[in-house]
T-cell receptor
Framework: KAGVTQTPRYLIKTRGQQVTLSCSPI?????VSWYQQTPGQGLQFLFE???????NKGNFPGRFSGRQFSNSRSEMNVSTLELGDSALYLC?????????????FGPGTRLTVL | AQSVTQLGSHVSVSEGALVLLRCNYS??????LFWYVQYPNQGLQLLLK??????LVKGINGFEAEFKKSETSFHLTKPSAHMSDAAEYFC??????????????FGKGTKLSVKP
């Protein structure tokens, strides 16, 4: 089975711009979660989607949003970029998003905001 | 609320020595616990997970972890370190919402260095 894929792998934007990141889960997985990884804050949960519905959201401002399509692919969007948004954004998929499910991570998208 | 504490942001061992990475958790419900490894410029790869079956969990690449409820610990060990084990290791606990779903709450990570 192909793993979780994320595009693009690297992105450079300037403050004030917006960005869209894409994630394709493992075939058959219906839950997609997004995490932000920074040196200062570590790995933090952004949100989780299941069957096109956001089921849970972390403590991030409304500039961070996402969606999921009927084929389980997911996108996240960050509007009005700030310098502090520079991070590695990781997508993870699992069959149902259950507490005991293994989450399989993609390689991440490295976002740099200048 | 669930949380994870990893003691030691950096651990250095010699090749062939024992690897011990510490993880303590806090959970208001029976925990599900995970260890992930991250190599530079890569995503996270699951090493092993505890889901309330056996307390001693064996994972990939010779790693294992023991769940100790009385100590709220889930330390990761490997009897003999290899140069290829140099990476960052993350302990995580599954959060609890909606009864059955849960995102992961991660510790700050431990960077493991292996000296020849």
């Amino acid at each position: 089975k192909a793993g979780v894929t994320q595009t693009p792998r690297y992105l450079i934007k300037t403050r004030g711009q917006q960005v869209t990141l894409s994630c394709s889960p493992i075939s058959g997985h219906r839950s997609v979660s997004w995490y932000q990884q920074t040196p200062g804050q570590g790995l933090q949960f952004l949100f989780e989607y299941f069957s096109e519905t956001q089921r849970n959201k972390g403590n991030f401002p409304g500039r961070f949003s996402g969606r999921q399509f009927s084929n389980s692919r997911s996108e996240m969007n960050v509007s009005t970029l700030e310098l502090g948004d520079s991070a590695l954004y990781l997508c993870a998929s699992s069959p149902y998003g259950g507490r005991s499910d293994t989450q399989y991570f993609g390689p991440g998208t490295r976002l740099t905001v200048l | 609320a669930q949380s994870v504490t990893q003691l030691g942001s950096h651990v250095s061992v010699s090749e062939g020595a024992l690897v011990l990475l510490r993880c303590n958790y806090s959970s208001s419900v029976p925990p599900y616990l995970f260890w992930y490894v991250q190599y530079p410029n890569q995503g996270l790869q699951l090493l092993l997970k505890y889901t309330s079956a056996a307390t001693l969990v064996k994972g990939i690449n010779g790693f294992e972890a023991e769940f100790k409820k009385s100590e709220t610990s889930f330390h990761l060990t490997k009897p003999s370190a290899h140069m290829s084990d140099a990476a960052e290791y993350f302990c995580a606990v599954s959060d609890n919402y909606g009864g059955s779903q849960g995102n992961l709450i991660f510790g700050k990570g431990t960077k493991l260095s292996v000296k020849p």
